[in-house]
């Protein structure tokens, strides 16, 4: 499976952006880049996904490096309501593997007031 | 209306009891995941079935069996409940194909096993 690392916990002020980064130096070609944020007691939420070109969507927007080593999540307004642990996933893209998510440690993202 | 549900959020009970844990998701996807959560918070993949069939089996032990009578329902039987089995367990579900894959996740049921 293929490795992705984050920081272990950033720190950010509410109504202010945030970029949470992830490498993913093995990435191969037909790994879609996701990410998932869980919020206290709930179950994982998915965020937005990726391939090659950045991606935005209501919540977030995804930039994706031009050699897909890494990426970065950007909250651009950060509320309270955002304090989750944030997961940088790769899956491969092809359906035979059977499109299991590995989920690392995370970024446990704090927003202060 | 929910669109993944676990049944029960809370389950304890005793080392050595069977426990089952339901999950339903109204979404009309074709394919349906349990993970386990352990106490060091790290989410594991434990099976998947697409259309009912058995896609994904992790290293989970035999104890462990999963149950799919229709495409809406995935259910996780455990026999001979160990302390260590004690974890939320979370189930999704997504709709398969190349380029979209979101998995919806239910609340999760915390299993605790005294």
């Known amino acids: 499976d293929a490795k992705t690392t984050q920081p272990n916990s950033m720190e950010s002020n509410e109504e202010e952006p945030v970029h949470l980064p992830c490498n993913h130096s093995t990435i191969s070609g037909t790994d879609y880049i996701h990410w998932y944020r869980q919020l206290p007691s709930q179950g994982p939420e998915y965020v937005i996904h990726g391939l090659t070109s950045n991606v935005n969507n209501r919540m977030a927007s995804l930039a994706i490096a031009e050699d897909r080593k890494s990426s970065t999540l950007i909250l651009h307004r950060a509320t309270l309501r955002d304090a989750a642990v944030y997961y940088c996933i790769l899956r491969d893209g092809v359906l035979n593997h059977g499109n299991k998510l590995v989920f690392g440690a995370g970024t446990i993202l704090r927003v202060k007031s | 209306d929910t669109a993944v549900s676990q049944t029960p959020k809370y389950l304890v009970t005793q080392m050595g009891n069977d426990k089952s844990i339901k999950c339903e998701q109204n979404?009309?996807?074709?394919?349906m995941y349990w993970y386990k959560q352990d106490s060091k918070k790290f989410l594991k993949i434990m099976f998947s079935?697409?259309?009912?069939?058995?896609?994904i089996n992790e290293t989970v032990p035999n104890r462990f069996s999963p149950k799919s009578p229709d495409k809406a329902h995935l259910n996780l039987h455990i026999n001979s409940l160990e302390l260590g089995d004690s974890a939320v367990y979370f189930c999704?579900?997504?709709?398969?194909?190349?380029?979209?894959?979101?998995?919806?996740f239910g609340p999760g049921t915390r299993l605790t096993v005294t």
């Open positions: 979404l009309g996807h074709d394919t």
């Open positions: 079935y697409n259309n009912k069939e058995l896609i």
């Open positions: 999704a579900s997504s709709q398969v194909d190349r380029s979209s894959y979101e998995q919806y």
